[in-house]
T-cell receptor
Framework: DTEVTQTPKHLVMGMTNKKSLKCEQH?????MYWYKQKAKKPPELMFV???????INESVPSRFSPECPNSSLLNLHLHALQPEDSALYLC??????????FGSGTQLSVL | GENVEQHPSTLSVQEGDSAVIKCTYS??????FPWYKQELGKRPQLIID?????GEKKDQRIAVTLNKTAKHFSLHITETQPEDSAVYFC?????????????FGKGTHLIIQP
């Protein structure tokens, strides 16, 4: 299995909703990442988990809460988002700090 | 932190011609330089990468060159085809023993004119 799987593919939520994005990989990668990508912009790093521990949090607002239940799963919990948080949220994984493999992303719209 | 500059932002070439995209980086500790291709509505996909102990790497029509002294690296696509149309991102990272993620350039929209 050489895939990073993300669900859902699309998500529309109101500013008072709570939702979660999910990511899964079975490649034995020990680093997993959340990136945010706005249209026509590069991916921006949000969080990094290394060996299931949060190693990087790029000053992301607390309305985004990551979770790594085990080495294969990565979640991003969303609460009280703002319309400007609408973007493509990409999960990625890597064996080392190289060759990131991206999931197909969740296109999030906040109304 | 690392800063990656990428040029041009848009590149239009005739089908069959070559395309060159250039990036510079700021952190001399960076030692890994991948290139990603992203088609509209799809995920970024790794197309080629190079480590700092190598000056050039080629994979069929795609090649990457690295000048570590000048801190710049370039993507070369020869015999361009319509399916090469996409946004291309360069990136840089270093292996400090942890997972720091990649720092991306702003991207180049490559347009292949038939």
């Amino acid at each position: 299995d050489t895939e990073v799987t993300q669900t859902p593919k699309h998500l529309v939520m109101g500013m008072t909703n709570k939702k979660s994005l999910k990511c899964e990989q079975h490649m034995g990668h020990r680093a997993m990442y959340w990136y945010k990508q706005k249209a026509k912009k590069p991916p921006e790093l949000m969080f990094v988990y290394s060996y299931e521990k949060l190693s990087i949090n790029e000053s992301v607002p607390s309305r985004f809460s990551p979770e790594c239940p085990n080495s294969s799963l990565l979640n991003l919990h969303l609460h009280a988002l703002q319309p400007e948080d609408s973007a493509l949220y990409l999960c990625a994984s890597s064996l080392t700090n190289e060759k990131l493999f991206f999931g197909s992303g969740t296109q999030l719209s906040v109304l | 932190g690392e800063n990656v500059e990428q040029h041009p932002s848009t590149l239009s070439v005739q089908e069959g011609d070559s395309a060159v995209i250039k990036c510079t980086y700021s952190d001399s500790a960076s030692n890994y330089f991948p290139w990603y291709k992203q088609e509209l509505g799809k995920r970024p996909q790794l197309i080629i990468d190079i480590r700092s102990n190598v000056g050039e790497k080629k994979d069929q029509r795609i090649a990457v060159t690295l000048n570590k002294t000048a801190k710049h690296f370039s993507l070369h696509i020869t015999e361009t085809q319509p399916e090469d149309s996409a946004v291309y991102f360069c990136a840089a990272s270093n292996d400090r023993g942890g997972a720091d993620g990649l720092t991306f350039g702003k991207g180049t929209h490559l347009i292949i004119q038939p």
